[in-house]
């Protein structure tokens, strides 16, 4: 993609040069008008679309350090403030004076404040916050009155604002690097943060459609909390601007390698090679436009005004999208404050100062130039077709996916030559000197057989009534919430040991489970009774998978074998010595075993027979063979796999070592496409939206796969694009591999954290629901029953915790 630059996309409007520096000034702009300071001490109001006659507002002594407009349509209030007065002025109440011939005038609320640096208005507009020193002065709008002083901060504030939502809660961010949530009534603090930065915090900023809220500090970080109901705020993420904007500068050079100039520089080599920080000086929220196709398909985007320009970033997938530099045609490289509106016809407005100069422009930045950049992005990385799940194609005749193993017959009996059989000598048939008569003799039997009429056969129907009497067949209860509260725990054993694996049978009514000491466990779904114990194995079990028959689960570990074992017997039905084995399942319908070892994705054929040999025990009946093997494209070694194998599916999923995700097309033997740069580090887990046969969801939702990595939180990935659509960062993983599972209507996401808990997230965004306490240690492994709205979890102390929804807790 060529370099960005100011001319392609700002159009700068309005200049205008104040006889003092005004690099830290507050600014107003709002959709129909926006104010500059004029003179020092006086104000000017513009009209966005008629910049000929300002309206001038008189009434300050010293010189003006912040305004700011009101919200409220039908009411049309501006407040400024000074070191002498905090005044609120009814804009058309003004323009109403100056047409009488009349100096327009204002409301004095508050005298003698100090210097304010931020003033905020209430979403009614009866309330001012001034921000004063290490205090928040609250004012009234009607009259002189000062409603509450807000102090506890421990040094300056740099802003304050009211929740749109609740105009009782008031937050501030100061230079202590903290924010505190305050009860407006009363005075009091719902929440205070503990130190987020070695920097200030500048801004601030709220989102109404998801309760959230989001601070910047001066060194260039974001942090985005939720406020629920009960004040008690939650991380969502964490952004860098500086790292991302050198991860979005890598990518651009893949795409377009830098050009070498004549000079010895490269094209791309624009910003230097010097780092520095970018400062969070305005937060604004990208509002969906019906134009902004491209920008509606990413959900909540956020424009970060920063001394050297706007970068827009998806806050959904904390990606960074454009970077838009404050150069070329504009009057102003640096700035010092920024204030941002929405524009007509869908552009956007910025209201800017000079970081060393005395200007304030105004520029716009066209909507019809957003969409052409953003088009411009989305073909900067294409992806080669569309990839789904489900099939849209028939087998090709050359697909691995159509090997068959081949049948084995009876063996042939070996010929006996006319030399072997006179080697033989003749032998006694019998051995005793009486032989019992065959009966010839005797007279015949008068009763011929009769059959037994009286006995009852046993019908389908009553075994039918008796699965769906047991639950087989109902459908999955879609009004229940996410499981929150416990229903059933256990230890898995008395030593010391890990529970590396967990998984649901297709049916829900039994779970197996791998164990750091080498053995499986068999349990019912209630986890009740005795479990039944497996060994074969002699270290760590790394993976256990149900087959789609129900018949059949495998076991994978560190040996490396692996083993697939039936529920009736305690020996493998087959045992596979290979290769260290990372990750193994069933697919295609129970038709291959897919392995990962190494660089490779291996394929396997296989018969399994359960007959048994007394004599010869050692010796086992089934057989498997190599079908086909595919190998990473970069040579990497596989981290982590994922395929589907409830349907007939052509896509296979594989991380490797090197960051990256490469999806693989079975149908035709090769890699599909690669995402490279999939996390900061290795992708230890890998899993899909499978489903359940309880549940239906819509098709595109198959397409749906989560990526897990240490430090680096739980991506949501659409296979159809190949792009990151959400990120959820709730959960603490730091050291062990913990995984995350979907439950089967596809609305919740679960994951395993290092904090003893396990975080429910929705699906439709990046808040966590809740979290499931009382675990004793790290929780490794979750996994959904796909019957019912049940949740297991399985942690690195051996324990074993069965979760229900809060509605009802089921049998």
């Known amino acids: 993609m060529a370099a960005v630059t100011s ?16 690099s830290h000034l507050q600014l107003a702009c709002c959709p129909s008008h926006f104010a500059v300071p004029w003179q020092d001490k006086n104000i000017r109001i513009y009209e966005n679309h008629n910049l000929e006659s300002p309206l001038e507002l008189t009434g300050h002594h010293c010189d003006v350090s912040a305004m700011v407009f009101g919200t409220v349509s039908d009411r049309f209030i ?24 009349l100096i327009a005038s204002g409301r004095v609320v508050g005298t003698l404040l100090g210097r304010v640096v931020h003033l905020s208005l209430c979403p009614l507009s009866a309330k001012v916050a001034a921000c004063s020193g290490s205090r928040v002065v609250l004012l009234n709008v009607e009259k002189e009155e000062v409603l509450g002083v807000l102090k506890a901060h421990l040094g300056p504030v740099t802003a304050s604002e009211f929740c749109p939502w609740d105009a009782n809660l008031l937050i501030s961010v100061s230079e202590d690097r903290t924010f505190k949530i305050w009860d407006v009534r009363k005075g009091d603090i719902f ?9 200030p915090l500048l801004s601030l900023f709220f989102m109404e459609q998801n309760s959230q809220f989001i601070t910047g500090s001066g060194d260039g970080q974001l942090w985005c909390y939720t406020l629920p109901v009960d004040h008690k705020c939650r991380l969502v993420t964490k952004l860098d601007i500086s790292k991302l904007e050198q991860k979005h500068e890598r990518n651009l050079k893949k795409i377009n390698p830098p050009e070498i100039r004549t000079d010895g520089t490269t094209h791309n080599d624009v910003r230097g090679t010097v780092e520095t920080a970018k400062p969070v000086l305005r937060i604004w929220a990208q509002r969906p436009q019906s134009s902004h196709a491209s920008l509606q398909q990413r959900g909540i985007c956020l424009w970060i005004g920063s001394t050297d320009g706007l970068y827009l970033l998806d806050l959904d997938t904390s990606e960074l999208l454009m970077i838009l530099p404050l150069k070329g ?38 909507n019809v130039w957003l969409d052409e950049l953003c088009l411009r992005m989305m073909k900067s990385f294409p992806v080669e077709g569309q990839l789904s799940v489900i099939p849209s194609s028939p087998l090709m005749t050359m697909s691995p996916l159509n090997a068959e193993l081949a049948k084995q017959g009876p063996k042939p009996q070996r010929k006996i030559g006319v030399s072997c059989q006179k080697s033989v000598k003749d032998r006694a048939l019998v051995f005793h000197t009486q032989v019992k008569s065959s009966g010839y003799n005797a007279a015949p039997h008068r009763t011929m057989f009769r059959p037994k009429t009286n006995v009852k ?21 879609l009004h229940f919430e996410a499981p929150s509260m416990p229903y059933a725990h256990l230890m898995v054993s008395t030593s010391p040991t890990t ?16 164990l750091g000491d080498g053995s499986v466990l068999l349990y019912n779904s209630s986890l009740t009774g005795k479990p039944a114990v497996y060994t074969g194995h002699s270290k760590a079990v790394n993976t256990v998978c149900w087959s789609h028959s129900k018949q059949w689960f495998l076991s994978t570990s560190e040996d490396p074998t692996l083993c697939i074992w039936t529920a009736s017997s305690s020996e493998p039905v087959l ?49 498997s063979k190599l079908a086909s093997k595919l190998s990473m494209k970069s040579g990497t070694d596989i981290t982590s796999m994922s395929a589907i194998n409830g349907f007939y599916s052509y896509i296979i999923l ?64 659409d296979l159809r694009t190949a792009r990151c659509v959400r990120r959820y960062e709730s959960h603490v993983n730091r050291f062990h591999h913990c995984t995350a599972a979907f439950s089967p209507c596809g609305r919740f996401i679960a994951s395993g954290s290092e904090d003893h808990c396990a975080p429910i997230y929705d699906t439709r965004s990046s808040n966590f629901l809740h979290k499931l306490q009382r675990h004793s240690e790290t929780v490794l492994n979750v996994a959904f029953n796909p019957a019912n709205p049940e949740l297991l979890t399985g942690t690195l102390d051996g324990k074993l915790a069965l979760f229900h929804p809060a509605e009802t807790l089921l049998p």
């Open 7 to 22: 001319e392609q996309y700002f159009e700068e409007k309005f200049a205008v040069t104040c006889n003092k520096p005004v």
């Open 78 to 101: 501006f407040c400024s403030a000074s070191e002498d007065y905090v005044i609120v002025w009814d804009i058309h109440r003004c323009y109403r004076q100056i047409k009488e011939g």
């Open 191 to 199: 929440f205070e943060s503990a130190v987020l930065s070695a920097f």
């Open 329 to 366: 045609g504009l009057s102003i490289s640096m700035a010092g404050s920024w204030a941002i509106t929405h524009g007509h016809g869908g552009s956007m407005c910025c209201l800017v100062t000079s970081l060393f100069g005395n200007s304030v422009i105004l520029f716009e930045v066209k």
């Open 457 to 477: 056969k046993k019908t389908n129907s009553a075994l039918t009534t008796s699965t769906n009497a047991k639950g087989l067949l109902h459908e999955y209860p």
């Open 499 to 514: 529970v590396d694996s967990l998984q649901y049978s297709g049916d829900g009514k039994q779970l197996v489970c791998g």
């Open 575 to 623: 045992t596979m010595f290979t290769k260290p084995i990372r990750t193994t399942q069933f697919y295609y319908l129970d038709k291959f075993l897919l392995l990962a070892s190494g660089s490779n994705l291996m394929l396997y054929l296989y018969h399994l027979d359960t007959t048994r040999d007394d004599i010869k025990r050692y010796k086992q009946r089934s057989t």
């Open 654 to 717: 594989a991380a490797g070592a090197d960051r990256s995700i490469q999806v693989f097309d079975m149908n035709q033997g090769c890699m599909a496409t690669q995402i490279p740069d999939a996390h900061s580090r290795a992708v230890h887990h890998l899993t899909q939206n499978k489903g359940s046969p309880f549940c239906t969801q819509a098709l595109e939702s198959y397409n749906l796969f989560l990526s897990s990595a240490i430090t680096d939180g739980l991506k949501l990935w």
